[in-house]
């Protein structure tokens, strides 16, 4: 068992070209596993995930150790669109026959939590992340209006503490100057953040905590048992409990997880620094934004001043040839007036996608955790998943069993045939969002 490197921009061994790591301001290196150690608990995977875990087990006095194939922030959690947004999955009401009311009213609050620990985190070790609050989702289509105005007034009924604003088409270029939407809702308690600067700082913590982080130390094999075995190329650690937090790069791992999770390619681009004229007609009140196809575009401006747009163009598992190439006419086809704008950083990455678009934490054996398929809503996500599953080890509360008692489907066949089937399924809603 091995961590496969399959696409070149999304699967290098360093950290892929970003705009985050040209503006990085915590970079670090940790030493590669080279002993047999014991820890009362191993983490697999240094992103959000796995670090915020370990810096919640650290706080309840456990020994932790996370191991990470590549660099800390080397997945997803250090190239994402940066956007923090409230909620954990889309509608949970679909899960009452699974998880009752009293679960669907539980994932619901969770979804607002998993923001403040975000927000709380930043603000304890004093994070600079570039944090700005403010987000929208844009609407395209007459029914898109109706689903924020159900949001909105969903909102309103459970006393959510910050400001939220539905805009009409003839407004909305106080929030994007693009003619592409007809109304939007401005939630001011989600935002945007620089998540490679949140997740190096996140590690300096979890570290400072007593945590011991490894990089270039790749798990290539492990025994489930009491305790568990977990094996690298040069060590070996022993833990009572075990936690898998590798989500979209899991294949190889454990093959049961991976049968719960595609792979989704993403592909951001970042402009040359934009004049103030520029970018406050494009973004006046720098908030996040994303419209609401199923192949949606995201976007937002860098704190100084790019324009970061992000989209999901590639189902097949393969990256594009050339990611300038495919993002560019998303990009301008919202702002035509971007056509001659420079392209300074072009770079991607892997979402995990679960069918059910519920994320997935629980346990494979009773010592054996794992959390995974965000579906591209995992800055703030993994933060909530984090707790819920120290909770759980600690026995402080069994949030754990709701997420349990959700069912996931299985995609058939090896990751060969997974990659094309999504292929499939994206291409028929694309098809859909057309009309
Ligand atoms: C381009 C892109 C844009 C996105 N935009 C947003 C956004 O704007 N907002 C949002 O909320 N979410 C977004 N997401 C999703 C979000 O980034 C992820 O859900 C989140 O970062 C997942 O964190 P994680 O720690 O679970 O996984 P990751 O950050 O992917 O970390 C998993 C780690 O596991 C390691 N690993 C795998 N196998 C092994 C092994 N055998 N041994 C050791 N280590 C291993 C990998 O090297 C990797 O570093 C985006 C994702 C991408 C790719």
Redesign the pocket.
């Known amino acids: 068992?091995?961590?496969k490197i399959r696409n070149p921009h999304?699967h290098s061994s360093t950290y892929p070209d970003s705009y985050y790591v040209a503006s990085a301001n915590n970079l670090h290196d940790y030493p590669q596993l080279t002993e047999h150690l014991r820890a009362d608990v191993c983490i697999?995977?240094?992103?959000?995930?796995?670090?915020n875990t370990a810096l919640e087990l650290a706080d309840r006095g456990y020994q932790v150790i996370v191991?990470?194939?590549?660099?800390?922030?080397?997945?997803?959690?250090?190239?994402?669109?940066?956007?923090?947004?409230r909620g954990i999955t889309h509608d949970a009401e679909r899960f009452k026959d699974q998880i009752g009311s009293d679960g669907v009213k539980e994932v619901s609050r969770m979804g607002l939590e998993a923001v403040d620990i975000v927000r709380e985190r930043i603000a304890k070790f004093d994070i600079q992340c570039d944090l700005k609050l403010g987000f929208a989702d844009l609407a395209h289509k007459p029914r898109d209006i109706a689903d924020l105005e159900a949001d909105k007034a969903w909102l309103d009924s459970i006393g959510y503490q910050h400001e939220t604003r539905l805009i009409s088409k003839a407004d909305i270029a106080n929030v994007v100057g693009s003619d592409s939407y007809s109304g939007a809702l401005i939630d001011m308690g989600s935002g945007h953040l620089h998540?490679l600067n949140l997740?190096t700082a996140e590690a300096r913590a979890a570290s400072a905590a007593g945590v011991q982080i490894f990089e270039y130390?790749?798990?290539?094999s492990m025994e489930y048992g009491e305790p568990c075995v977990i094996r690298?190329a040069k060590g070996q650690v022993t833990a009572d409990k075990l936690i898998l937090?590798?989500?979209?790069?899991?294949e190889?791992?454990d093959s049961t997880l991976e049968k719960t999770v595609l792979p989704c390619g993403?592909?951001?681009i970042a402009t040359e620094q934009l004049p103030e004229d520029l970018w406050q007609k494009i973004l006046p009140m720098d908030l996040?934004v994303c419209d609401m196809r199923i192949a949606l575009n995201?976007y937002r401006l860098s704190a100084d001043k790019r324009l970061l747009f992000?989209g999901r163009c590639n189902y097949n598992g393969r990256d594009p040839k050339d990611i300038e190439a495919s993002m560019r006419p998303k990009m301008e086809a919202v702002f035509p007036f971007l056509k001659n704008t420079k392209v300074d950083f072009k770079?991607?990455?892997?979402?995990?996608i679960g069918a059910n678009r519920m994320p997935q934490i629980g346990r494979l054996r009773p010592n054996v955790y794992y959390?995974?398929a965000?579906?591209?809503?995992?800055?703030?996500?993994?933060h909530l998943a984090a707790r819920v599953l120290a909770e759980a080890i600690h026995a402080e509360s069994h949030r754990i069993d709701v997420f349990e008692k959700i069912k996931h489907f299985k995609f058939p066949g090896g990751p060969l045939l997974r990659s094309p089937l999504l292929a499939i399924g994206m291409s028929w809603y694309q098809l859909k969002d057309m009309f």
């Open positions: 068992m091995a961590v999304t697999v995977g240094g992103g959000f995930s796995g670090i191991l990470e194939a590549f660099k800390v922030g080397w997945g997803a959690s250090g190239r994402n669109g940066g956007q923090m947004i998540p997740v130390s790749a798990v290539e690298t937090c590798a989500n979209a790069y899991v190889g791992l993403s592909y951001i996040a995201y992000g770079w991607g990455g892997m979402i995990g959390t995974q965000y579906c591209g809503h995992g800055v703030n996500t993994t």
